[in-house]
Nanobody, 118 residues
Framework: QVQVRESGGGLVQPGGSLRLSCEVS????????VAWFRQAPGMERAGVGC????????LYPDSVKGRFTISRDNANNTMYLQMNSLKPDDTGVYYC???????????WGQGTQVIVSS
């Protein structure tokens, strides 16, 4: 399994922005899919974006659509999650993944914590 390392989280006020980074241990360009997930306090992990290489489509749930954007820097094997207009409900630990639908066997990274609070 490709290893990932998330970074860029922090404390931000509502309406603010953060850019999360995900460095992968292999070739980002060769991955069929990359994704971001988050786990809010007391809740299950949920997807916040799925980017598929095959068709070039990136999907977002309605809760973040228009505010979150996944991008790739293949030269540096790093993907990003740009988060704008942050809301308190965006608070959670954010994880990147190399599969949009990871199975129960999937080994998650450490994640990076995002706290949206005034």
């Amino acid at each position: 399994q490709v290893q990932v390392r998330e970074s860029g989280g922090g404390l931000v006020q509502p309406g603010g922005s953060l850019r999360l980074s995900c460095e992968v241990s292999g070739s980002l360009a060769d991955l069929n899919a990359v994704a971001w997930f988050r786990q809010a306090p007391g809740m299950e992990r949920a997807g916040v974006g799925c980017s598929m290489r095959a068709n070039g489509v990136t999907l977002y749930p309605d809760s973040v659509k228009g505010r979150f954007t996944i991008s790739r820097d293949n030269a540096n094997n790093t993907m990003y999650l740009q988060m704008n207009s942050l809301k308190p409900d965006d608070t959670g630990v954010y994880y990147c993944a190399t599969d949009c639908t990871p199975g129960s066997w999937y080994s998650w990274g450490q994640g990076t914590q995002v706290i949206v609070s005034s």
